[in-house]
């Protein structure tokens, strides 16, 4: 489980880290007492709603600390004309002429839906060091590949948008 992940990747977790310890679960262990004082808990469902929200906040800090201790720290400056990290990128399909915008992000941030693509899957890892008009052939398995242009670069860095994602 050796994520790549930036520095501020970390630094990204850190604080999630830290607002879950000192505010999240200061409100969580409130909501499991008041919860608790109500009564038999056999029938309470509000004491295990409770209960299963303190229970998810502290695997989501496990999970991060986990993340951070078995991280590989990469490096995310690339030159600016080369396809790299938080960079979005415009490429050209060469079988139907169509085209896409993809951002390069860590797999912490991928989010395909939002067109966040890792590092780590087969066309962020094809397209990676790739300057405008390289064309790049992306490797998807030994029975399937395709074929992009590149037809823009732009460093946009990261936005509110890319957020850590969850579990």
Known sequence: MHNELTRKDIQDMEAEIEHRKVVVRKELLEHVKEARAQGDLSENFEYYAAKKAKNQNE?????????????????????????????????????????ETYKIVTTMRQNSLKG???IESPLGKQLLGHKVGDHVTIKVSDDFSYGVTIINIENTGLTDEDKIRDF
């Open 116 to 118: 966040l693509i890792s």
């Open 59 to 99: 695997s989501r800090i496990r999970f991060l600390e986990r993340m951070i201790k078995t991280a590989t720290v990469i490096d995310d400056d690339t030159k600016e004309d080369q396809v790299g990290m938080n960079k979005t990128v415009v490429v050209k399909l060469d079988e139907d002429n169509s085209e």
